[in-house]
């Protein structure tokens, strides 16, 4: 029930995947009128497969369209289902569905469907609907009773766009969807094919090529298992060659997997030319290296900008000191356990709204920020890494900003099993594992017993 002392705000939130799904919830527990905007037909951000990237144009010639999913047509979940989901609502196993502890994407998309469904959020969904601008009014450099324009557009009409005032914005839409390529020398002339693994879905249009991927991030890795089965050669390129155990076992298996350094240049007869001389024909790029911060429907007169992929300045990774909290951010963080933290996110922001906490002064929350930054650079981290967390102290700090429970023991060492495995066994770690333990632990405590003991499908 929400406190008479309360304060109830009018709040954007944009995006339905799984931090803006989190958000809504607890922007309506608090008592907030909360209307989300979402491009997609349905819930799920990153999780709603979009198989077609390419459409053909009067001519026949193909092009790829923008879409937001960079979700290939074979990929699961790095992570095991137990680890994954919010506080009060574990992914379970479902009868008839996937009920691998590793499903594949579409389980997870189902996941988020239950949520919406379980917790009426669809009702404050508007679907189709783009966000094309969103800016401060009348901005007094204090930020006090701060309101926001947000014009957003239902695609599926020929309406014109809406403008509509709120008291606050909260942006959930995600960050693996505009990819960051490299530099490379003869990137821009090579004329056979290039592409990023956004728009990769199948490995069949592959078949028989020369393929390089660069990158042997997770993506790199899992695209490269998977197009070695139908391309002629794949050479995978990566900054270092100290690999995994897990990866070295899969290029000796494979015959036409083979390992490289970085990509010197490209050169328009189609060679690649890598930084120790070796070179080879290719037919296919593949670029497996990341995704980059943007929101550029978002106005805020530069107070908040990125800078090569650091989204600042803002405090805890959620709040601009000058404009919060009447602006902030959920699911910016990477490497954590994603959905505890999003759901600790969006309850600090709801409880900020409603007056039941406060931040820092701007000051303080600066200083903190600048802080943060120095020891990233003591420790020569690269600027694009600002958000990676990797640290689950730092999850539990954050989680004490509003009284959230600290991750459970069983779920950090779930987590961290899950890696090692991962790093030993990379083909089959889905599939194989040794932590039955620390899983018996996890299905006894109260995060599923709770729920299990009224579930007959679990």
Request: charged share 25%; net charge negative; with cysteine.
């Amino acid at each position: 029930m929400v406190s008479p002392l309360s304060l109830s705000k009018k709040v954007c939130v944009i995006g339905a995947g799984p931090s803006g799904l989190v958000a809504a919830r607890e922007l309506r527990k608090e008592g907030h009128n909360v209307v989300v905007l979402e491009q997609r037909y349905d819930v799920g951000g990153q999780w709603l497969y979009e198989p077609n990237v390419e459409s053909e144009d009067p001519l026949g010639k193909k092009k790829f369209l923008q879409v937001h999913s960079s979700i290939y047509a074979s990929l699961r979940l790095v992570s095991p289902r137990e680890i994954m989901g919010f506080t009060d609502f574990p992914f379970l196993v479902k009868k008839g569905r996937d009920t691998r502890r590793f499903p594949g994407h579409r389980e997870l998309w189902l996941y988020l469907k239950d949520f919406c469904e379980h917790f009426g959020l669809r009702e404050m969904i508007r679907f189709n609907t783009s966000v094309e601008y969103v800016r401060m009014l009348e901005y007094d450099g204090i930020g006090k009773d701060l309101k926001w324009m947000v014009k957003s557009r239902d695609k599926s009409s020929e309406e014109t766009a809406v403008e509509e005032v709120f008291d606050a914005v909260v942006v959930a839409t995600g960050h693996y969807s505009h990819p960051r390529l490299p530099t490379i020398k003869g990137m821009d002339t090579w004329k056979r094919k290039q592409m990023h693994s956004h728009i990769y879905r199948v490995p069949e249009p592959f078949r028989n090529e020369v393929v390089v991927v660069v990158g042997n991030s997770l993506s790199g890795q899992d695209i490269s298992m998977e197009l070695v089965e139908v391309a002629k050669e794949v050479h995978l390129s990566a900054k270092s060659l100290n690999i995994t155990e897990g990866l070295s076992k899969v290029i000796s298996k494979h015959e036409n997997l083979h390992l490289h350094p970085q990509i010197e240049t490209l050169q328009e007869d189609g060679r690649v030319v890598f930084v120790d001389s070796s070179w080879l024909i290719a037919d296919t790029i593949l670029h497996c290296t990341g995704y980059s911060y943007t929101f550029p429907f978002l106005d805020t007169k530069g107070i908040v900008a990125v800078d090569d992929d650091r989204v600042g300045p803002l405090y805890e990774h959620t709040f601009p000191p000058a404009l919060a909290p009447s602006l902030s951010f959920v699911g910016i963080p990477r490497k954590i356990i994603g959905f505890p933290f999003f759901e600790a996110q969006a309850k600090w922001i709801a409880q900020l709204l409603s007056g039941k906490r406060t931040l820092p002064s701007r000051e303080e929350m600066m200083h903190s920020i600048e802080e943060f930054y120095r020891s990233r650079d003591a420790a020569a981290i690269p600027k694009h890494y600002t958000h990676d967390i990797a640290d689950f102290e730092y999850c539990d700090r954050y989680g004490d900003h509003i009284g959230f429970p600290h991750l459970e023991e069983w779920r950090k060492q779930l987590c961290l099993s899950a890696l090692v495995n991962a790093d030993a066994n990379l083909e089959a770690y889905r599939d194989s594992w040794e932590d039955h333990e620390l899983l018996q632990e996890a299905l006894q405590s109260p995060h599923f017993t709770q729920l299990g003991a009224e579930d007959p499908t679990f």
